[in-house]
């Protein structure tokens, strides 16, 4: 899974038991493949998150210290201002309500805080490295535009080709 460009990823919680915890497995797991960068504070997140920003793990409940006032409304800004980053929520709260209402807002996941919650996040991380939008930027060092343009070129064209042979 070697690669040049390694997966930029932010961990985004205010309990620092987590996040030490959470970043320890994921670069043991990934080892230079991703880069993390830990926030405890909102306001310090969204001034660093930029367009290479890969994936945000984002606790739901991150509380209002200064910045959004928690972690859906950090989303929303997220998915505004960066609508190809990602974003996973990590909470204990299992309320169907609130995991809808996360999705609906741009979560591209949400993954409850229990036993198995870092293998989860370990499963989404690995999925990141597979798609094929990454694999053409990491293997031909093409910038996103143009590895969507490609991709959705060769669709295209599988679909063309496809309505020809009916």
């Keep these: 899974m070697e690669n040049n460009n390694p997966l930029n990823v932010f961990i985004a919680d205010e309990d620092k038991i987590i996040t030490t915890a959470l970043k320890d497995d994921l670069k043991k797991q990934f080892g230079s493949n991703i880069n993390i960068t830990v926030f405890n504070e909102a306001k310090a997140c969204l001034e660093k998150i930029d367009d290479n920003t890969?994936?945000?793990?984002?606790?739901?409940?991150?509380?209002?210290?200064?910045?959004?006032?928690?972690?859906?409304?950090?989303?929303?800004?997220?998915?505004?201002?960066?609508?190809?980053?990602?974003?996973?929520?990590?909470?204990?709260?299992?309320?169907?309500?609130?995991?809808?209402?996360?999705?609906?807002?741009?979560a591209k996941g949400y993954v409850v805080k229990e036993t198995d919650s870092f293998s989860r996040i370990r499963g989404i991380v690995r999925r990141r490295f597979t798609e094929p939008i990454r694999k053409i930027i990491t293997e031909f060092g093409v910038n996103k535009f143009v590895a969507v343009f490609l991709i959705t070129f060769i669709l295209i064209g599988i679909i063309t080709w496809i309505a020809i042979k009916r």
């Excluded at 990602?86 to 807002?105: F, P």
Aim: aromatic letters at 4%; zero cysteines.
């Design 54 to 106: 890969h994936l945000v793990i984002l606790a739901y409940d991150f509380k209002k210290k200064t910045g959004p006032a928690n972690g859906l409304e950090l989303l929303k800004i997220i998915k505004k201002t960066h609508p190809l980053t990602e974003v996973v929520i990590h909470s204990s709260n299992d309320d169907m309500r609130v995991i809808l209402r996360s999705i609906r807002a741009g």
